[in-house]
Structure formats: C-alpha cells, structure tokens
C-alpha cells in the first residue's frame, strides 16, 4: 500500500472544513485523477500527502511513514520520494532549466558527476535537452512545465502529485503533458492528478476519485468526469 | 556534511550574490552607508579619547620641602611617596635646578627680578615632581603624600599642589565628552543594525517563494539555510571592505593634512599606523556579523513553514 487515507479529517484554523472523513487507498503505479468542484478539498488532499498540511483528525500513511506524526526534521527525507507539480510550474526564476532539475539532485547530495548524468537524461525525456541552459522566463508554458515534471522525477520519486497540471496550457499542450506523465506512470511511478480537464479524463480512462464538499463522492476503476455540484 | 556539499553551498552562495544583482546591491550600500558613519564616529571618538588622555597625563603633583631641609631627609621622603600605589614616577628637583628652571620660564623679563639670586641666596625650596598612573584620582594620591607630614615631628613638607579644583574641572569635561562620544557610538551600532537587518529582510522576502520550492523537493532547512549564510557574510564582508579601504584613506589623508597644514591648530589626530587594524577589524568584523545575522534570522522566519 503507498498512500492510505484513514478517517481523514481537515479543519482550517478559519473553521472551514476541507475534509470530512475522507478514507482512501492508492496502491502502487496506480493513476487517479481527482476530480469535484474548486474548494472540494482536492488540494487539501494533495497537501496531506507531501505533508504541506497536517490532518486534524485521522491516520494518513505515504511509502510506510506516519505523515501525521511525522518529526519536522524528518520531513525533507519524505519529500524526496514524492514528486509535485503545480498548476503554476514553481521554477527558480534565476536558475536555468539544467540549474531547475539538478537542484532536486543536490538536495540528496548525489555525486555531481550523476547529477549531470541523471539531469539531461531526464531533460531528454522530457524534450527540452537543447534548453538545458535556458531560464524559465525564456520558455512557454508547456516548455516551463515539462521542466517542472523533469524536476518531479529526477530522483524516481515513488509518488507523483499533480495539482491541475495542465490548467494553464493549451489543449495540444495538455496531451504532451499527459502522455510524459502516462509515461513516467507507465515506468512505475504512482500518479495522484486533481484536474478539471473533462476531455483529458474520459479519454484516458484511469481511476476517477471525485471529492465534493470534504468527502468522497465516488471512486470508479476507470471512471469519467463528472460531479454532482 | 559532505565536502562537494560544503563546496556546493559556497559556489550557490556566491553566485545568489550575481544572481540577485540589484539586491546584493542594495545590501551592500546599506552596509557600507551604516558602517561608515559608524567608522567616521569610531574615529572621531578615539581622537577625542586620546586627546582627553593627553591632556590628563599632563596633570601632576609638585611637593615642596622645608628650605633648610638635609639631603637624607629628602631621600627620606622621596622613598615613601615612591612606595605609594599610584605613583608612577618621582623626579626631584633640587632648589638650584628650581632656580634654573624659573629662570628659564621666566625669560628675560626674569634675568631681573631674580639677579643677585644664585647658589647661596636661593630663595626656593627642594621639591618633587610626582605623576601618577591614574590622573583622575590624583587628589587622592596627593592627599596621601600630605598625610606623610603626620608621621614626622619637623612636618618637612610645606606644600602639595597639583592645580587642586582646576583639574577636577577638567576631567568632568574630558569624561562628560568621552560618555558623549560613546553613546553616539553605540546609537550608530544600532541605527545600522537597524537598517541592514530592514534591506535583508526585504531581499529574502522577494525569495520566500523560493524558499518554499526549495522545501518542497526536499532540501533540510539547513541545506537551505547555508548558501544564504554564505551570501549573506560574503556581502558583510564585501561591503565592510569597500568602508574599510574608504574610512581609512579618508582619515590617513586628514592626518597628512593636519601634520602640513592644520599642525598650528595644535591637535595631534593619532597616526593611521595606531589604530588601522583596529578600525578594520572592528569594520569588517561587525559588517561579517550583520550579514550573517541578518540572513540567518531572515531565512529562519521563512524555514517555519
């Protein structure tokens, strides 16, 4: 089992409830999209799982750790096996793409020589090898976000979480975004992905776990879009 | 931590520098601007001092003997004024020495008022010159030699003086201006702190985002704390190098200008030679310690996450 939700229950200190209850079990190189409304608790549910945010109530387990009760110190070394993705790519603005991704690498403090290795083969898989010594600024949003996902998996990370990746590109963009991640899923990573994207989720067809108002609304093998809301 | 590590912070360290080029600028010229200020009053206050230590160390007490007093005794005396703790050097004048000595002050409005006054007919008593180690509590030192009377039948001293009142005066000024100077000082210290610590906390405000990326890929908190610990004393030490070199040519060219044309003035600025060092290592040691304080605390605020 990689990721286990039990009874999971988030409160914000402003007494919004982001969960209610919600368990869950996500199970190696599996790829579920989350789908349900904005404010769902889709991003809360991402959050619990590269421990952004803490449970209120309940028992949440990532690769074996207690993320719960997980020591503050112990978090970097969790972190390290779980790839994220945001919406808004989070690149270092001053570094260039080579910079971006061998960063993830110097944190485990790799050999410098496997850094090199390991970072333009990823930025070969990914196709942005020729702009290894680019700044973000000088790349589109599809480019920006291909050396997101580089950086995600640079260190084979067990887990990657994906938070509307494709929610500020292009359509044509979305499928080449889509097709590296069914690829790095298809390599062995597990893939969480929230997205809102209809046609993304009822063309691939994968598990669908819809989230509406903090709980679990459904949870289908190979599901479709759609909530209730 | 590993070595390539270690290495790996100092080159990071360095190149955030070049990296957050406007920044580390304005970093730089707070740093310089504040440790300026903060040298020019360092000297200004050093000169005071030493000119108030001047002036002190010329304070000293003269005892004068009975007229008809014997050699022994006076030898007598000058060893037990010699055994008192602060005295740091006894000098005696004999009448003939006192004579010439009168003589000389005098100049040639003297040569005759004291003709016919020679060996036989020397009106003026042996004495001693007295100075002490401390000149602010010479009163107590010549109240000291006064009590030597007590112990003898013939009381063989006439008088004690050391400029009593005059000299109390004086070193109420010299103090009240050395406390002034060191309160100014210190004021400085701070108000730079102050400054420093405002135009960090806004550079690495502008990288709190990147604090949180850095996080999330799973740096340890002082994995991304060292390269701003790097960044932060490479730009105290560069900005307090730059007040360094400035603040001291600067004052070596005073003091150039002061012995050829200022000497008539009468103040004697003490030489670069003196206090050089001292200036740079108090300069940049304090520029090191800003900028590293100033980023540690900084970055710290934003590890809490």
Same mark, same amino acid.
Request: aromatic share 8%; charged share 20%.
């Given at each position: ?28 190189? #599996? ?74 690498? #110097? ?63 292009d359509p044509e963009t ?56 | ?83 008192l703790s602060d005295v ?11 004579? #010439? ?128 610990f790097v960044e932060g ?73």
């Open positions: 089992m990689l990721i286990e939700m039990q009874d999971i229950w988030k409160t914000y200190t402003d007494g919004t409830h982001a969960l209610r209850g919600v368990s869950v079990r996500i199970d190696r190189n #599996e790829f579920v999209y989350l789908v349900g409304p904005s404010g769902a608790g889709k991003s809360t549910f991402m959050k619990l799982i590269y421990r952004e945010e803490v449970p209120t109530k309940g028992q949440i387990s990532v690769n074996g750790f207690n993320i719960g009760k997980l020591k503050p110190r112990k978090i970097p070394y969790v972190r390290r096996n779980i790839g994220v993705i945001f919406q808004d790519f989070r690149l270092l603005p001053k570094l260039t793409v080579y910079e971006n991704v061998a960063f993830a690498m #110097e944190v485990i403090e790799a050999p410098r020589r496997l850094i090199k290795k390991r970072t333009m083969e990823v930025l070969d898989l990914v196709g942005l090898k020729h702009k290894h010594s680019s700044l973000p600024a000088q790349l589109s949003g599809g480019e920006q976000q291909r050396v997101a996902i580089a950086r995600a998996i640079v260190n084979n990370p067990t887990v990657i979480v994906a938070d509307e990746p494709t929610g500020n590109l979305s499928w080449g975004i889509m097709n590296l991640l069914e690829e790095i899923n298809f390599r062995g990573a597990t893939i969480v992905m929230a997205t809102h994207n209809k046609e993304i989720v009822n063309t691939m067809r994968k598990r669908v776990i819809a989230i509406e108002n903090g709980n679990i609304a459904r949870d289908e093998a190979r599901g479709e879009y759609g909530y209730e809301a | 931590m590993k070595l390539s590590t270690l290495l790996r912070h100092l080159r990071e360290g360095f190149k955030n520098i070049i990296r957050n080029g406007w920044m580390s600028f304005a970093s730089i010229s707070s740093i310089f601007f504040s440790l300026f200020l903060l040298g020019v009053f360092v000297l200004l206050a050093l000169n005071i001092d030493s000119m108030a230590s001047n002036i002190e160390s010329q304070v000293q007490i003269r005892v004068y003997l009975q007229t008809d007093i014997d050699q022994q005794k006076a030898n007598q005396i000058e060893n037990q004024i010699r055994k740091s050097k006894v000098e005696f004048v004999s009448k003939e020495e006192g004579l #010439e000595l009168l003589r000389k002050n005098l100049g040639k409005d003297g040569d005759a008022l004291l003709d016919g006054y020679d060996k036989d007919s020397n009106p003026l008593p042996d004495s001693f010159t007295v100075e002490v180690f401390d000149p602010q509590n010479i009163g107590v030192t010549a109240n000291q030699i006064t009590a030597l009377n007590n112990a003898d039948e013939t009381k063989p001293i006439t008088s004690v003086k050391y400029g009593q009142g005059t000299v109390e005066k004086m070193f109420k000024i010299t103090n009240a201006i050395r406390n002034i100077g060191l309160i100014v000082v210190i004021g400085l210290g701070v108000t730079a702190m102050f400054l420093i610590s405002t135009t960090i906390k806004m550079t690495i405000l502008a990288r709190r985002r990147e604090i949180g990326i850095m996080k999330l890929v799973g740096a340890t908190n002082s994995f991304i704390r060292w390269p701003f004393a490479l730009i105290g030490i560069v900005a307090s190098g730059i007040t360094t070199v400035v603040v001291l040519m600067a004052y070596s060219e005073l003091v150039r200008l002061n012995e050829v044309e200022l000497g008539l003035l009468m103040i004697k600025l003490i030489p670069v030679a003196d206090l050089g060092w001292k200036i740079a290592a108090l300069l940049i040691g304090l520029g090191t310690l800003i900028g590293v304080w100033g980023s540690t605390i900084s970055v710290r605020k934003y590890l809490k996450v």
